[in-house]
């Protein structure tokens, strides 16, 4: 209409119109811009994710290397066992307690491995292994109900001897979060096997393999495809095999020698080398029950066991040596010129008046003897004297010196260092006063004196081969799964004991004369000379335990035992010593000296 008024002319809905066309347009431009971060600036970040989608990367895990005696038989292998995985990514809630209800195992367990933080949310992740035939079939027919999870065929440990050197070899499970974080850096992952102790955990880097990976394609439900194409298999290699110098015959037969109804230990070592014959443990474990997965229970009840099933008393053992510390006595005095081997000391009555304490003998006395017969059978009033005479300084120094009060430098592990106490360690403000009578205790190997089986055996080879104190070993080699030599064990001496030769074929003979004519009659053996000490130790907690160390034979020695019985009669551990000693030197072809040939 000329000269009319329009609608379409208003100010106000002109701006409207405008308003929204730049509202409209700024929309546009924002969607633009996000699809272009989407597309090209986060592109290949979400293609990966897209890819995960459909790609599940699978660990191939690999074999752990074998480990054999010096005889090449094979004390731990794999086998086959299915084990059951779940990816973080692709399993609800509801899928893991069906899961756990198939395979009988704890939900909230279940739960609490899957949904770890640290995990890899797309690798499956073991949640239980060595499971049944049964359960492995169970849950293969129901996977199209278990999205995200897998059953696999995966090498489990098998320890073919059952309990047999359980304490040596150890047992392996899986790596727990502590020691995930420590070997973060080595490429161990949540589920990973590690050797927990033992030979197993000593020379883990050698006996474990590496991991291989594998691409499988998997549609939305999570199910498996198969391989992706185009994607390399990346195979996993086994680990190396180690042979130990252990004899697991004569293993045998020192296992079988400690009576069922005795706790103890048995640790046989040459002593030209230190290489480790046999070290026994009594009671042992089943290692393979570690392997499947042991449970709660039963783990508590293997560590609530008042016998110490776990114990490996070789090294970790600590007990009074009693008698058998007459031997660092008595070289003492022979150094410091305290005594000759003609020396005498008071009669013995049954006792020895001390101060106003009466410390009693073992017997109802045994008169006047010099020291080889003081040591042969073991009179306590003879080393009560000896002791007082040489005091506690000069006394330690020597049981420093024959190895006591540290550890041997065993190499499969760590050991209890024993104790030698000096004035530093008697403290009044500890509860622990020195008084000159507590020399007596300490010179006949009682009171505050520790030691360990190992060290008792390293410091018996040391008197036998000539005053050597030799690192006990247990490693003979390291060969790859192709048969090359990587690694091999060795002689490793820590020290010499700091006696004069004179001095040592006193102690010697002495230790010759317990066998022969004294309180170690039941190791003898018709066709070799033995050398030995006896020794009964006082329990404050129940019976006295038992020892007997040493040698054989005794001038060209080719073993050196060390025993202890608990809660035993006084002897006990001499017959024991006997029959290992007796089955290592009547086999034939044994080394007289130096490294032990295979």
Known sequence: MPGGYSQNDNPSQRGQLYLFIGIVTVIFLLLAMRLFYFQVVSGEEYRSHSERNRIRPVVLEAARGLIFDRNGIVLAENIASYTIAAAPSETSDETLEYLGELTETDVAAIKK??????????????????VSFEVASRVEERLLDLPGVIVQISPSRMYNMGTLASHVLGYVAEVNPKELEERRDQGYRSGDIIGKVGVEKAFEQHLRGQNGMEFMEVNARGEELGSLPGMPILLPESGN????????????????????????????????????????????????????????????????????????????????????????????????????????????????????????????????????????????????????????????????????????????????????????????????????????????????????????????????????????????????????????????????????????????????????????KKAALGYAQVAGKTGTAE????????????????????????????????????????????????????????RIKF
Not at 285 to 313: C, H, M, T, V
Request: hydrophobic share 40%.
């Open 241 to 520: 095999n180690v042979f130990l110098t252990m004899d697991s015959s004569i293993q045998a037969v020192a296992e079988e020698a400690i009576p069922d109804s005795l706790s103890g230990s048995i640790v046989a070592i040459d002593p030209q080398s230190g290489a480790v014959i046999a070290m026994a443990s009594s009671p042992g474990y089943d290692p393979n029950l570690f392997s499947e997965g042991i449970s709660r229970e039963l783990w508590n009840e293997l560590r609530d066991d008042p016998f110490k099933p776990l114990l490996d008393r070789t090294r970790d053992g600590q007990y009074p040596p009693a008698s058998t510390m007459k031997i660092v006595t008595a070289a003492a005095a022979l150094e410091e010129d305290i005594v000759t081997a003609a020396t005498v000391m008071s009669p013995c009555n049954g006792g020895y008046r001390f101060q106003e304490r009466w410390a009693g003998c073992w017997t109802t006395g045994h008169d006047v003897m010099a020291l080889r017969d003081a040591t042969a059978h073991s009179c306590d009033v003879y080393y009560y004297q000896v002791g007082h005479l040489l005091g506690l300084e000069r006394w330690g120094h020597y049981a420093k010196g024959f190895g006591i009060g540290s550890p041997t430098g065993f190499d499969a592990g760590l050991e209890q260092p024993g104790l030698v106490p000096d004035f530093s360690y008697y403290d009044l403000k500890k509860n622990r006063p020195w008084t000159p009578g507590k020399m007596l205790n300490l010179a006949i190997g009682q009171g505050e004196l520790l030691v360990t089986p190992l060290q008792m055996v390293v410091m018996a080879a040391a008197v036998a081969n000539g005053g050597l104190l030799y690192m006990p070993y247990i490693l003979d080699r390291v060969e790859s799964v192709e048969g090359e030599m990587l690694k091999t064990g060795s002689t490793r001496i820590r020290g010499k004991l700091p006696i004069s030769s004179k001095t040592l074929r006193l102690i010697q003979d002495a230790m010759v004369a317990v066998v022969n004519d004294g309180t170690g």
């Open 113 to 130: 491995r899957i949904r770890d933080p640290s995990l890899n949310r797309f690798k499956p992740t073991p949640v239980k292994r060595f």
């Open 539 to 594: 329990n404050p907690h129940g019976e006295n335990h038992s020892w007997f160390i040493g040698y054989a034979p005794a001038d060209s020695a080719r073993i050196a035992v060390a025993v202890i019985m608990e809660n035993a009669p006084s002897g006990a551990a001499v017959p024991v010593m006997q029959k290992i000693v007796d089955a290592y030197l009547s086999r034939e072809n044994q080394p007289v000296a130096g």
